[in-house]
């Protein structure tokens, strides 16, 4: 009956869910019709709105289960990782939100082909598109994880899988950019209502802070900070840096706020919400590793929450759950961005009509999603792909930075081989022995020295300039 009740939680949650999405569809009615309404929210999101939405597309399953499931052994250093994550917002907001949102473009590969031609627009489009459909194959384990802790009698992993792929994909079909948004104000109270109740009960049930330091298996690290290894946690400010300046389903939110300073602005709240979850479900992975020494590390996180009260239960697990729905719904509308942008429109069927535009990015968004949920039935280890996939974005930093800065570094063929180059390195990496990382911790500390090596060439080699008004135009 206790799992019952804490199902009730979350089913209460859902309705309150779908209403913010149909509230969401008649903002989405009522403003810029098509694919602009649709996927950028007709560029008139207000601050507190971007901020939510980038809250939430950050705090997903990475940032709470892959974050406990880390602390569980290595302890609560593994909350750096939703620090980087915000101290990427924020340096985004300060600088390159701005700018991108006064470009008026609508994906990061569109503004490749106007610097560097079409071959970086499709190269980019690729490299993308790998980006955010691992990212969101990884939303369906982590909230598969949830259910089957949830209700194991009723839910498998898979099928746990599959009910949070409806409900997320149904939210995003429904509604768009605006919904993403909308709901996330309620996923983002969700969230932090259920991880600081699932926090205070916890600790309390084990007899307070340092209680729970002393109940950890002999060797544990604890509250050390560094128990992750100084080299990762590196990696992990170079990858969230890094990511949030290039990852479409990041810069997007900056694309749809109102103006400039509501774009820089946004990101800056958000980042101020994203940096305190990681450490609240560190602490929760170290409960789970007193309380539970011989579970699976990915079960930490809804494994102790379970051993709370049916409503305090309901209530974390419907946080959780809340993470993965709000970053598994921007994910998917960045992809079909993407896709519909700069595939269709830019390459099938330029001139097609807006109300069938719209209709056609639905399909996308239903096509993406079965796509990533067959991949996630062959995901193993959150957060070790994650970030090992966010190392691509390396090359797309480095480019925007110097169109951004320096375009007259810029080559007309910069876009595609410093991109080329960056993936050559990253599957090397992820395909071949360890004995070629020589010695490096992460894969972004390759990516980084390919990404510019091979732009550094390009540059003494290639005499084509970019365009000169459209690099003066960046600046």
């Known amino acids: 009956m206790a799992h019952v009740g804490a199902l009730a939680v979350v089913a209460g949650y859902l309705v309150a869910l779908f209403i913010a999405t149909w509230w969401s569809q008649k903002l989405s009615e009522r403003g810029a019709g098509g694919a602009a309404g649709y996927l950028l929210a007709g560029r008139g999101m207000p601050t507190p709105v971007v901020a939510a939405l980038l809250a939430g597309l950050a705090v997903g399953g990475a940032s709470t289960i892959g974050v406990a499931e880390q602390a569980y052994t290595r302890g609560l250093g593994a909350g750096w990782y939703n620090a980087a994550w915000a101290a990427g917002a924020a340096v985004l907001g300060l600088y390159a ?30 490299g993308q598109l790998v980006i955010q459909l691992v990212v969101t194959s990884l939303q369906y384990v982590a909230g ?46 969700v969230i932090y209502v259920g991880i600081l ?48 300046h290039s990852t479409q389903s990041v810069i997007q939110v900056g694309f749809a706020a109102k103006d400039a300073r509501t774009a820089g602005r946004g990101y800056l709240w958000g980042a101020l919400l994203i940096a305190p979850v990681g450490f609240l479900s560190a602490v929760l992975g170290l409960a789970a590793a007193a309380l539970y020494p011989d579970i699976v ?13 049916p409503l305090a239960a309901g209530l974390v697990l419907a946080g959780l759950w809340a993470a993965d729905v709000s970053t598994a719904s921007a994910m998917l509308l960045g ?33 993406l999603s079965a796509l990533t949920f067959g991949l996630a039935l062959t995901v193993r280890g959150i957060l070790s792909l994650l970030t090992g996939t966010l190392a691509l974005s390396s090359a797309y930093t480095l480019i925007v930075l110097m169109t951004m800065l320096r375009p007259g570094w810029c080559r007309r063929g910069s876009a595609t081989w410093t991109l080329a180059a960056t993936m050559a390195t990253l599957a090397v990496w992820m395909i071949g022995p360890k004995a070629w990382h020589g010695g490096l911790p992460h894969p972004v500390y390759a990516t980084w020295a390919a990404s510019i090596f091979a732009f550094a060439v390009v540059a003494l080699v290639d005499r084509r300039p970019v ?8 600046r």
């Not at 991108?100 to 499709?122: A, D, N, Q």
């Not at 590390?297 to 009260?309: E, F, I, K, T, W």
């Open 297 to 309: 590390p990915a079960q930490a996180l809804p494994r102790v929450v379970l051993d709370l009260n």
């Open 97 to 126: 939100a701005p700018r991108y949102r006064r470009w008026e473009i609508t994906t990061l590969p569109e503004l490749f082909e106007r610097h560097y031609g079409v071959g970086g627009r499709v190269l980019g489009v690729f």
């Open 197 to 244: 109740l699932g926090v205070g009960l916890t600790v309390g049930r084990v007899g307070g802070l340092g209680a729970l330091a002393h109940a950890l298996p002999a060797g544990h690290p604890g509250y050390s900070l560094g128990g992750v290894g100084g080299g990762i946690v590196l990696a992990w400010f170079i990858v969230m840096v890094t990511m949030t």
């Open 144 to 189: 598969g994880a949830i259910l089957t802790a949830l209700l194991p009698g009723v839910f498998t992993l898979q099928s746990g899988m599959a009910v949070t792929a409806v409900v997320f994909v149904a939210i995003t079909l429904v509604g768009g950019f605006w919904a993403a948004g909308i709901t996330n104000i309620v996923n983002v109270i």
């Open 335 to 367: 992809s079909a961005t993407l896709v519909s942008q700069d595939i269709v429109r830019r390459f099938l069927a330029p001139g097609l009509a807006a109300d069938r535009e719209k209709a056609l990015c639905r399909w996308i968004v239903a096509g």
């Open 467 to 474: 365009d000169a008004g459209l690099a003066s135009a960046s």
